[in-house]
């Protein structure tokens, strides 16, 4: 910058010589915290130390920091357990006008194909009180926004990121009908916030496509790249290939690869994600790996009453009492094994707090799963693990025949502890992990070539050994 060179112009120009379109991103809401200057590494770690988010420091502007009576919080009389005080109120014009002059300043002065907001994030715009007050003034400012995009250049965009639950946003005050009713913006990309910047393969984003229905608005979704358990970090490309073939099967027009930055360096497994997930055919005949979104603090334990999230693990389990879980895939088993492709069908779940003594019952789809497909593992002690040293009780892997393969679409698992260990000091037994993997052959009677050409969801360090079987 002190020599004259312009980030985002350079990052525009390059990216206009390769073809590919180039829309900056805002973060519209970022709280600020107290301004302290961080001089030195042990500054940093003094504020790491008494709590202070240096993190939100290093991202918040001078405006931000010198105004602070423009958060909605200002008046210090909300509900502690308002998420984010330090908002900007946007019932004050100022904070709209601040926004809105960062946006301009992109639009006019950088050749850029379009701009993105980022709603997604902290999404919370209003007082509690002022929402209802506060909808038609946010439609207003996105009114300002897509003319000054259109008046920009009449090919720009307007890209919107919003959480994918609707009816959060309209509590917040996005007006996301009215926005597309007018045609205000061109794309909007549900964003699963409850998995953040986890992978979820069964995020549903058909409300969104619904609601971009029969209009020139899109729908995409934004397909993140972490799994975050005790086993995986990022998703090994079969979890890629799963995720994405259940979001393209909803009908959506598009993804935003979400968090994909932590693959760098970009080395040739990455690239290969980039030229598969567009592709929904390419991936049907392809290994994908389905798992279920679940806690994944280290030694943490669980506890059923404290649950607050709307993810389905991790999941209690009473004496005699199913338990169901719904897991969605996207492949036609049926139609690949009758093109003599299919090599296996792998389904694993961790039941934590259960021991040899413990007798369970697992059926898919209403049908039982026989002992004679199940292989267990003792998880109830071990002295390393791939990531997170989370210890209790058993995997339960079950290797299905065809009688009991899962189908195209939602699946119904169900877990009934039928007797547990009486001298277990916590009895509270629960579905920890749930994953789903399905494995192909390169053609009929052929074998399984090197898989992927990355490393699939066991060991990241050691190349697949099984690779010809």
């Not at 357990?81 to 900007?88: A, E, M, V």
């Not at 709209?96 to 194909?113: G, K, M, S």
């Not at 007050?133 to 250049?153: F, M, N, Q």
């Not at 547990?420 to 916590?426: A, G, N």
């Amino acid at each position: 910058i002190d020599s004259g060179h312009d980030p985002l112009r350079i990052v525009c120009e390059r990216a206009h010589q390769k073809g590919i379109l180039l829309y900056p991103s805002l973060i519209l809401q970022q709280g600020s915290d107290t301004r302290r200057p961080l001089d030195s590494h042990e500054d940093y770690l003094a504020a790491l130390e008494d709590g202070s988010n240096t993190y939100l420091f290093e991202r918040c502007s001078d405006f931000r920091f010198e105004n602070k009576h423009l958060e909605i919080g200002a008046k210090g009389d909300l509900d502690p357990s308002f998420p984010y005080p330090g908002n900007l109120d946007f019932m004050h014009e100022e904070s709209r006008n601040e926004r809105f002059a960062i946006i301009e300043e992109a639009l006019d002065n950088y050749p850029v194909d379009g701009f993105q907001l980022q709603l997604q994030s902290a999404c919370y715009f209003f007082r509690p009180n002022q929402v209802d007050e506060g909808r038609p003034v946010l439609t207003e400012w996105i009114r300002k926004v897509h003319d000054a995009v259109k008046k920009s250049g009449p090919d720009r965009e307007l890209v919107i990121r919003i959480p994918t639950d609707l009816k959060h946003c309209e509590s917040v005050g996005m007006d996301l009908k009215e926005w597309v009713r007018e045609g205000l913006v061109d794309v909007i990309v549900g964003h699963d916030m409850e998995a953040n910047y986890r992978l979820n393969p069964n995020a549903d984003f058909r409300p969104l496509v619904e609601l971009c229905k029969e209009t020139d608005c899109r729908a995409f979704a934004a397909l993140a790249n972490q799994i975050h358990t005790d086993r995986l970090h990022s998703a090994p490309i079969s979890g890629t290939r799963g995720a994405a073939c259940n979001y393209w099967s909803q009908g959506i027009d598009g993804m935003e690869l979400w968090h994909w930055f932590a693959h760098w360096p970009y080395q040739a497994p990455f690239y290969q994600r980039l030229r598969e997930v567009p592709h929904m055919q390419v991936m049907a005949p392809k290994d994908k790996f389905y798992h279920l979104v679940t806690e994944t603090t280290a030694g943490k334990t669980f506890n059923p009453q404290a649950r607050t999230d709307t993810f389905q693990l991790p999941a209690p389990l009473e004496i005699g009492q199913p338990t169901t879980i719904q897991i969605a895939i996207s492949d036609d088993l049926t139609h690949w094994d009758s093109m003599g492709r299919v090599h296996e069908v792998i389904l694993r779940l961790r039941v934590a707090e259960v021991t040899e003594r413990s007798r369970l019952r697992f059926t898919l789809n209403g049908k039982e799963l026989p002992d004679h497909l199940l292989r267990k593992i003792n998880e109830i002690y071990r002295m390393s693990a791939p990531r997170n040293r989370v210890q209790s009780g058993y995997w339960f892997i079950f290797k299905l025949d065809r009688e009991h393969w899962p189908v195209q679409g939602n699946n119904t698992l169900e877990v009934t502890l039928v007797e547990t260990d009486p001298k277990l000091i916590t009895p509270t037994a629960y579905i920890r992990d749930v994953e789903l993997e399905t494995k192909y052959l390169m053609g009929k009677n052929f074998h399984r070539g090197f898989v992927d050409g990355d490393l699939g969801p066991y060991d990241a360090t050691q190349p697949q050994s099984d690779a010809w079987r």
